[in-house]
């Protein structure tokens, strides 16, 4: 019904930069917050960014300063720019949304498939 397609990841060195894009299609919908979370081996799936509908938005410690989320309403589309990546920014990244079909009363979670981002040293 509601899909997020990912894309942008790939293989960069330590140092440089990567932008990450996830469209949300499908049914008529509204979006209350979209985020990135991201899964390294061995480790836990962990908030990267996330963005509401108001334009607030929050990051993890360890990607401040470094990493910025954005919005594009009009494509129902958020961005994730990441500079000075580190060889432990290396994970499969997940777009993540809680968005609203028209008609229904509740919201939804929807996760994309991930895509992956290998930072060399």
């Known amino acids: 019904q509601v899909q997020l397609v990912e894309s942008g990841g790939g293989l960069v060195q330590a140092g440089g930069s990567l932008r990450l894009s996830c469209a949300a299609s499908g049914s008529t919908f509204s979006i209350n917050a979209m985020g990135w979370y991201r899964q390294a081996p061995g480790k836990q799936r962990e908030l990267v960014a996330a963005?509401?509908?108001?334009?607030?938005?929050n990051y993890a410690g360890s990607v401040k300063g470094r990493f910025t989320i954005s919005r594009d309403n009009a494509k129902n589309t958020v961005y994730l720019q990441m500079s000075s990546l580190k060889p432990e920014d290396t994970a499969v990244y997940y777009c993540?949304?809680?968005?609203?079909?028209?008609?229904?009363?509740?919201?939804?979670?929807?996760w994309g498939q991930g895509t992956l981002v290998t930072v060399s040293s």
């Open positions: 963005i509401t509908s108001g334009g607030s938005t």
């Open positions: 993540n949304a809680v968005v609203r079909p028209v008609g229904q009363y509740g919201n939804l979670e929807v």
